[in-house]
Every structure is written in structure tokens, then in C-alpha cells.
């Protein structure tokens, strides 16, 4: 099994069509799949002006702050009226939904994951303490805070990661340091899906 590894500072930044921002894409699965045709994708993303979110019919959408002052998110049905303004706290979002993105300071940087409903189911965790992460067919982790040790030897400075696709692994994720923040994404195909 292929296990990738990666550095969110190394990574190309995308800007954004409507020209609100930029994306470093992490993962994207599978390869070379556009953005109609992806089972499940991860970026980084900076949002430096208001605007509307792109729509992703049959997506599931979770956000987190990595860093700013973050923004607001509001769909105009008023169903959804989110301050992403906490660092580190995911927050779920169907990505059928029209929302609008208001900044409540200057630019912000945002983790995104991104899952085709009905074909990828996604767990999503902030993990501080040393912790046994179950096998997954896919999945990522990304050192947030402190550095990390994952498995047995492969260690990660903040903003460095891994993925791995295909195949279940399972890992055992041991900070180093104190006040450490680690991002840990499971994925499995949902029931009904072929391999």
C-alpha cells in the first residue's frame, strides 16, 4: 500500500474561480478526477475576500479553521448561520447548499473535506493525545500543533501530513510535544458501492 506524504507550504495554491481565494489540494481520489467526478478530496483553502461558496451537487462538506479570524457562512434559507470562527472545530455542511462567506476579520486558512455522498462515508477528528486510529480504507492525518509520530517511524512537523488510498491501515499517532493538535480523516466506501 502507496502511503503519500505531504507539505502544506510545498503544495501549487489554485486560485479560485470567483477570485475570493486559493487552493492547495492535498488529495484527491480518484487521481487526476475533476471536481465532477472525485469520491473524496482534501485541500487547503485561503479566503481572503467575501463571496460565494462554490456548489457541490451530492457532496458532503466539512470545514475547519487552521488560521485568521475566520467567517461567517450563511445559506439565504437561513438554514445554515455558521460562525467558523474557533480554530480547530470541524463543521459539517451538505454542499448542495448555496452559502455565502463573510470574513469577521482579515484572511483566513481553512482545511476541507470534501466526500460523494451515497459513495464515501468520512470520520473526522481533532486528536491531542496519543491515540490508536482504527483501519480505514482510506484516510489522512495532518500534524496541526507539535509535531507527530505516526506508525513507527514516520514523523510530521505542523502543516505535514500523509494519505493513503485502497487498502485499510491503521495507526498508532504520538505527539511530541505539548499543546499538540493532530487531524485525523477516515474513509470507507459506503454500503452498496463497488471496490
Known sequence: MAVHRFDIATLAATPWKNGGGSTREVACVPAGADLDRFDWRVSVA?????????VFAGIDRVIMLLDGAGVRLRSPDGRIDHRLSQRYAPFAFAGDAAIDCELLGGTSTDFNLMTRRGRVRADC??????????????????ALASRWRLGDAIECAPGQGLWWDGVPQAWQAHPQEAGAALIAVRLDKTAGTHP
Open 125 to 142: 477528528r481533532l486528536l491531542h493525545e496519543p491515540q490508536s486510529i482504527a483501519a480505514a480504507r482510506s484516510g489522512l492525518l495532518l
Open 46 to 54: 485561503t479566503i481572503d475576500r467575501p463571496g460565494p461558496f462554490s
